[in-house]
Nanobody, 126 residues
């Protein structure tokens, strides 16, 4: 069992940066690929990016490529989402998720992930 807790969300203005964290329980964190998803009001939950257990492979959605960066610190059981140049359409609840390494074959597919956090709200105000 893996428990995930996101933090770092908040209300920010256009163009600023924000870093989200996702802390995981357990001693096998490095075995899990980690994904970030987001869900805006009235919309489907969408893929933001994913990182392999070793951190050597990373994927991003086209909408965030070049602005967002995913990283992980396996010694701290934590994955990060650095978000730069935030825009109003980045407003959403952001979720982290964990899955076994097969996740990286279809990282944008929500059903590939076994564990989800509760989410953290990010609001970008104009």
């Amino acid at each position: 069992q893996v428990q995930l807790v996101e933090s770092g969300g908040g209300l920010v203005q256009i163009g600023v940066s924000l870093r989200l964290s996702c802390a995981a329980s357990g001693r096998t964190f490095s075995r899990y690929a980690m994904g970030w998803f987001r869900q805006a009001p009235g919309k489907e939950r969408e893929f933001v990016g994913a990182i392999s257990g070793s951190g050597g492979t990373i994927y991003y959605a086209d909408s965030v490529k070049g602005r967002f960066t995913i990283s992980r610190d396996n010694a701290k059981n934590t994955v990060y989402l650095q978000m730069n140049s935030l825009r109003p359409d980045d407003t959403a609840v952001y979720y982290c998720a964990a899955g076994v390494s097969l996740v990286m074959m279809k990282p944008s597919e929500k059903t590939m992930y076994d564990y989800w956090g509760q989410g953290t709200q990010v609001t970008v105000s104009s």
